[in-house]
């Protein structure tokens, strides 16, 4: 997987994206350090894109 492939996030981590980067935008950020922020956020919110496994440790905040 390349990287910036967005493939691995959920339709609604991309529909939540795209919300924030609209955002970014109509405070006058530029449309690709919009882009840049809006994923960075959404990262940050649901901790990336889907992973395998079950099990997995949940992140602790």
Known sequence: MPRGDKSAYTD????????????????????????????????KISGGGRKSGSGREHKKT
């Open 12 to 43: 609604k981590q991309k529909r939540q994206a795209a919300h924030i980067e609209e955002g970014y935008e109509k405070r006058g950020v530029s449309e690709p350090e919009a882009k840049r922020r809006a994923w960075a956020t959404e990262n």
